[in-house]
T-cell receptor, first 116, second 115 residues
Framework: GQQLNQSPQSMFIQEGEDVSMNCTSSSIFNTWLWYKQDPGEGPVLLIA?????ELTSNGRLTAQFGITRKDSFLNISASIPSDVGIYFC????????????????FGTGTRLTIIP | NAGVTQTPKFQVLKTGQSMTLQCAQD?????MSWYRQDPGMGLRLIHY???????DQGEVPNGYNVSRSTTEDFPLRLLSAAPSQTSVYFCASSPGSLRRTDTQYFGPGTRLTVL
C-alpha cells in the first residue's frame, strides 16, 4: 500500500512555543488533510488542502500543500495545553489511481506533549 | 443528533471467537468506513461503503466482513478473532464520496483485545 512518512514521531515542547511537523509521500496526492486525536477519541479534522501550494489557516494552525504534491506541513503557533494530542496527516490519491479515489492514506502520527 | 456512535467501547475476546462491532450514524451519510489503529501504524482502512448495499475492501480486509443493509448502520464482523486483530477500531462517515473529505466524521472507537 501507499506510505506516508510523518515526522517527527513525537515532540516535547514548552507552552508558548511554535510547532512544526510534516508528511511526505512517495506518491502524488490531490488532497491533504490534517487531523488531531485526543486520548480515547476519534480523529477530528483540523485543516483540508486541495491545491498544490495552498496555504490554509485555522486559528493558530497553518497547513500547506507542497508544490510537488508529495508533502504537506502543519504549523502550530504559540502552543497551549489543549494542543496536546496526536496529529495525523492523511492524503487522497488522484481519481483513477489503483488505490482508488474513495480512500485515505494516513500518516503514522506526531505525538505532541507540552512540558509544564 | 448523536453523530457517529460505536459499540462496544471495549471488548476482550479469546482466539477463535467471533463478534460484531457496531457503527451507526444519524446524519444520513452515504459514505461509511472502518479503520484500525495500531501503534506506529496510523489508521488503516479495512472496508468501506459508498451507500446501502455497496461495500468494498480497503487496505487490510482479511479476517473482517461488512454489510450495509441500511444507510445508518455499518457493522464490522470478526469471523474468527486472532491476536493480530488486537487494535483500536474506528468507524467514520461522510455525506458523499471522499471527493470532499472535509466532511468525514469519526466515531469514538472500540478497543479490542484478542487473547
Amino acid at each position: 500500500g501507499q506510505q506516508l512518512n510523518q515526522s517527527p514521531q513525537s515532540m516535547f515542547i514548552q507552552e508558548g512555543e511554535d510547532v512544526s511537523m510534516n508528511c511526505t509521500s512517495s506518491s502524488i496526492f490531490n488532497t491533504w488533510l490534517w487531523y488531531k486525536q485526543d486520548p480515547g477519541e476519534g480523529p477530528v479534522l483540523l485543516i483540508a488542502l486541495y491545491k498544490a501550494g495552498e496555504l490554509t489557516s485555522n486559528g493558530r494552525l497553518t497547513a500547506q500543500f507542497g508544490i510537488t504534491r508529495k508533502d504537506s506541513f502543519l504549523n502550530i503557533s504559540a502552543s497551549i495545553p489543549s494542543d496536546v494530542g496526536i496529529y495525523f496527516c492523511a492524503g487522497q490519491l488522484p481519481r483513477g489511481s489503483n488505490f482508488g479515489n474513495e480512500k485515505l492514506t494516513f500518516g503514522t502520527g506526531t505525538r505532541l506533549t507540552i512540558i509544564p | 443528533n448523536a453523530g457517529v456512535t460505536q459499540t462496544p467501547k471495549f471488548q476482550v475476546l479469546k482466539t477463535g471467537q467471533s463478534m460484531t462491532l457496531q457503527c451507526a450514524q444519524d446524519m444520513n451519510h452515504e459514505y461509511m468506513s472502518w479503520y484500525r489503529q495500531d501503534p506506529g501504524m496510523g489508521l488503516r482502512l479495512i472496508h468501506y461503503s459508498v451507500g446501502a448495499g455497496i461495500t468494498d475492501q480497503g487496505e487490510v480486509p482479511n479476517g473482517y466482513n461488512v454489510s450495509r443493509s441500511t444507510t445508518e448502520d455499518f457493522p464490522l464482523r470478526l469471523l474468527s478473532a486472532a491476536p493480530s486483530q488486537t487494535s483500536v477500531y474506528f468507524c467514520a462517515s461522510s455525506p458523499g464520496s471522499l471527493r470532499r473529505t472535509d466532511t468525514q466524521y469519526f466515531g469514538p472507537g472500540t478497543r479490542l483485545t484478542v487473547l
